[in-house]
Nanobody
């Protein structure tokens, strides 16, 4: 019933910035966890950053460069990505979790290249 729509991906040069958005449509409730994950060909989907009501966490490789945030009134999750590196290239997926199930976004491609 709930759909997550991602936007904001694209091609940027090393050192550039992007802001990813993940907006929930329809009725949504009892969401207690939100996160951003990324996946490259041949690799497992990996956690980049997540947020609860009181805590944010980041994978070591993005600390100081990425910031996760949310706008509860808009049911939207954001990932601000600064100082991008080629190793950040991946498909990025958002996740909203309730006690009973996970909701995944469709994925958005981020490519960092000269």
């Amino acid at each position: 019933q709930v759909q997550l729509v991602e936007s904001g991906g694209g091609l940027v040069q090393p050192g550039g910035s992007l802001r990813l958005s993940c907006a929930a449509s329809g009725s949504i409730f009892s969401i207690n966890y939100m996160g951003w994950y990324r996946q490259t060909p041949g690799k497992e989907r990996e956690l980049v950053a997540d947020i609860t009501s009181g805590t944010t966490t980041y994978v070591e490789s993005v600390k100081g460069r990425f910031t996760i945030s949310r706008d509860n009134a808009k049911n939207t999750l954001y990932l601000q990505m600064n100082s991008l590196k080629p190793e950040d290239t991946a498909v990025y997926y958002c996740l909203f979790s309730s006690r009973y199930r996970n909701y995944w976004g469709q994925g958005t491609q981020v490519t960092v290249s000269s």
